[in-house]
């Protein structure tokens, strides 16, 4: 099974990822943000999330395709977002990449629109005051490079600590995130974007076990020549690694499983 790890070239020239691409309806191009949703979709899928009565909690989603593939294999979803003002200042609204309601979530018409409006709810959260309401009910949660925004690498990694609030004894929680390949001293530490450092995600890993859940990790990153490219604005493809401030950062992905 997919471990926590490095976005790489490799795995698009995998049999899972080709595979996830075809569930998303998406054509294989070499760009992270696909990696992204391939990987989390996959993870899930592995450990038997995707399935009847299931259900998920989706952090920061803007309009991706995650909660209505993961609707159309039966589970019930409850997707996330910020406040449509806060989705304003920080930029997300006039960049597209906001969902203010329900009915920005199924525009790739994954699932069938009934089911859609039977299986998915959205509720406004902000990810660094999860409401209490939301603990204990979900079989898996996760989110896609939605945690690098909650303003700080220390905010950051208090959610990942938080979110496990929301899981049942023995759930999922799959969440992806920018990863500096540059340094693992300087970095973007506060502001809009964050980049996560190796000791910043070694330090998620060893509190997580410390708390008794489960987590694996695989850092080594590609060496192909597409993961040697670096992709700088105006951004195209390939679109595994790219320049933000002085650093290079790419997406790691990290899978936790909570103590049963």
């Given at each position: 099974?997919?471990?926590?790890?490095?976005?790489?070239?490799?795995?698009?020239?995998?049999?899972?990822?080709?595979?996830?691409?075809?569930?998303?309806?998406?054509?294989?191009?070499?760009?992270?943000?696909?990696?992204?949703?391939?990987?989390?979709?996959?993870?899930?899928?592995?450990?038997?999330?995707?399935g009847?009565?299931?259900?998920?909690?989706?952090?920061?989603?803007?309009?991706?395709?995650?909660?209505?593939?993961?609707?159309?294999?039966g589970c019930?979803?409850?997707?996330?977002?910020?406040?449509?003002?806060s989705?304003?200042?920080?930029?997300?609204?006039?960049?597209?990449?906001?969902?203010?309601?329900?009915?920005?979530?199924?525009?790739?018409?994954?699932?069938?629109?009934?089911?859609?409006?039977?299986?998915?709810?959205?509720?406004?959260?902000?990810?660094?005051?999860?409401?209490?309401?939301?603990?204990?009910?979900?079989?898996?949660?996760?989110?896609?490079?939605?945690?690098?925004?909650?303003?700080?690498?220390?905010?950051?990694?208090?959610?990942?600590?938080?979110?496990?609030?929301?899981?049942?004894?023995?759930?999922?929680?799959?969440?992806t995130?920018?990863?500096?390949?540059?340094?693992?001293?300087?970095?973007?530490?506060?502001?809009?974007?964050?980049?996560?450092?190796?000791?910043?995600?070694?330090?998620?890993?060893?509190?997580?076990?410390?708390?008794?859940?489960?987590?694996?990790?695989?850092?080594?990153?590609?060496?192909g020549?597409?993961d040697?490219?670096?992709?700088?604005?105006?951004?195209s493809?390939?679109?595994l690694?790219?320049?933000?401030?002085?650093?290079?950062?790419?997406?790691?992905?990290?899978?936790?499983?909570?103590?049963?």
């Open positions: 099974m997919l471990i926590s790890q490095v976005c790489k070239q490799q795995d698009f020239e995998s049999v899972w990822l080709q595979e996830a691409c075809l569930a998303l309806k998406e054509p294989l191009q070499y760009h992270r943000k696909l990696w992204e949703y391939c990987y989390i979709y996959q993870g899930l899928l592995e450990r038997g999330m995707l009847p009565g299931r259900r998920g909690l989706g952090f920061g989603v803007g309009k991706e395709p995650l909660a209505s593939l993961f609707a159309s294999r019930y979803i409850t997707a996330t977002d910020l406040d449509a003002p989705a304003s200042v920080q930029g997300w609204a006039q960049s597209n990449m906001h969902a203010a309601g329900i009915q920005d979530l199924n525009e790739r018409g994954l699932c069938d629109p009934e089911l859609f409006r039977q299986r998915v709810t959205f509720e406004v959260v902000n990810m660094n005051a999860i409401p209490p309401h939301l603990f204990n009910q979900f079989d898996f949660t996760w989110s896609s490079c939605s945690f690098e925004h909650c303003g700080s690498i220390a905010l950051g990694k208090q959610f990942i600590l938080n979110q496990m609030n929301c899981l049942k004894p023995g759930g999922v929680a799959i969440h995130t920018e990863f500096n390949l540059s340094s693992n001293d300087q970095t973007l530490e506060e502001g809009p974007t964050v980049l996560f450092r190796l000791k910043d995600i070694e330090w998620m890993v060893h509190t997580l076990r410390a708390q008794g859940h489960s987590i694996e990790v695989d850092y080594s990153v590609g060496t020549p597409i040697r490219h670096i992709d700088v604005p105006p951004h493809n390939p679109h690694r790219l320049l933000l401030a002085q650093y290079v950062t790419t997406s790691i992905g990290l899978i936790i499983e909570k103590a049963k």
